[in-house]
């Protein structure tokens, strides 16, 4: 058992939950943060993540990354993270693993589309969308609607980037009805899940961008402190072929990057003089995150993967026809409510926007399959491309 820090969040002086849950049965020995984990990861939501996209839109290959997998790599290097600051590291892995449950299908390009679809009702934004997911549109429990987490999680997931000025439609109906003090910054368990975030899909799009062919290895040495890791690399490994060596390069990255979290994080907690929680969501600024230097290097880094990887012409022509699908269905389903299935026309909502907003929900759940199955079964034809092969 690793000493919990002064400036850790505690399950056993949590704020609570919405919904007060006095007499149900405590089902094992679990703290508030790992219920809330364990209510995150049995949701359907967090489920379907396997088949929601990464990087790449409807990836045919069995080795690419999706959202399920990526939510699983940030929670690893969060969970190390947090343990090494003396954090709870249930909470932290709590955040990790639901940061994207709100993510649409086809990623980015499906949010696109949904935003521009919902221009007119309050656009969609799906980190406000994760919060609605798993606070009203969960709904397992008998006596309240969605999972009932605890104010520290929809905190987290609500600020984990950052005080919120203006907050989204979404988001404001549930801070409405369970202030989450969206003016302050949250604690450092979700400051951790944020970089932890970048840590992962910086480094590991690498690998799958080398293994789409979307970028060489070579370019990537283009790069100073690429090419300098990748120096100490070869002299390490002198008698292993470089080809080998690829995956020892994103290792590395990874361990360089946690561990200047960690030296950073600990030496502004120190000037700062952070001693308890409430310092840390009064400190006016974010605590856990690069030093100065490497934040410069992974601005570079993300530099990199947008021109190489994120913008390269395939993805880009695949991201197109993905919008094209999500704005389809929409314009359906809002023309046509009868085209919903059944559960979702009955509780389909009298006026705007909440009828928008309904629609919404519903493609926002979707997978990248179901909405290309739900594009055939409208239309006759799903636009075929939408892979990188």
């Not at 939501?45 to 940030?74: I, M, N």
Request: hydrophobic share 45%.
């Amino acid at each position: 058992m690793h000493p919990r820090a002064p400036y850790a969040c505690d399950p056993d002086v949590t704020r609570g939950r919405q919904y007060a849950e006095r007499g149900a049965p405590t089902r094992g020995p679990r703290s508030a943060f790992q219920r809330d984990r364990d209510r995150i990861i049995h949701s359907i939501s967090f489920r379907r993540l396997r088949h929601k996209t990464q990087v790449f839109v409807a990836p045919d290959g069995d080795h690419y990354r999706v959202r399920l997998t990526h939510s699983l790599e940030v929670a690893q290097i969060g969970r190390t993270i947090a343990r090494a600051l003396g954090l709870d590291e249930d909470l932290t892995e709590a955040l990790c693993l639901a940061h994207d449950i709100g993510h649409p299908p086809f990623g980015h390009a499906g949010e696109d589309a949904l935003q521009e679809a919902m221009a007119g009702q309050g656009g969609f934004d799906h980190n406000a969308h994760t919060l609605r997911a798993l606070h009203v549109l969960e709904s397992p429990y008998p006596r309240w609607q969605g999972l009932n987490l605890s104010w520290e999680v929809l905190e987290g997931l609500a600020k984990h980037n950052g005080p919120v000025s203006a907050a989204p439609w979404a988001l404001a109906e549930i801070d409405a009805a369970f202030d989450l003090d969206l003016g302050r910054h949250a604690s450092l368990e979700a400051q951790v899940a944020a970089v932890a975030d970048d840590i992962a899909y910086d480094n590991h799009d690498i690998d799958d961008g080398l293994r789409a062919g979307f970028l060489a290895f070579d370019d990537l040495l283009a790069l100073p402190f690429a090419a300098a890791q990748w120096d100490a690399i070869r002299q390490r490994f002198a008698d292993v072929s470089p080809d080998r060596l690829q995956a020892e390069f994103v290792r590395d990255q990874i361990g360089l990057m946690v561990n200047d979290v960690i030296a950073s994080t600990r030496a502004r907690i120190a000037a700062l003089g952070i001693t308890s929680i409430e310092d840390v969501r009064s400190a006016g600024q974010t605590i856990a995150g690069f030093s100065e230097p490497m934040a410069a290097q992974e601005r570079q880094l993300k530099a990199f993967m947008y021109e190489r990887v994120y913008h390269h012409p395939r993805q880009l022509e695949a991201a197109a026809l993905a919008r094209e699908v999500i704005a389809a269905l929409f314009a359906a389903y809002r023309g046509d409510p009868g085209l919903l299935p059944e559960d979702w026309r009955t509780r389909m909502p009298a006026s705007e926007p909440a009828q928008s907003r309904h629609i919404a929900d519903f493609l926002a759940g979707m997978t990248d399959r179901f909405a290309l199955t739900c594009h055939r079964a409208i239309f006759g034809h799903a636009p075929g491309g939408l892979s990188h092969v």
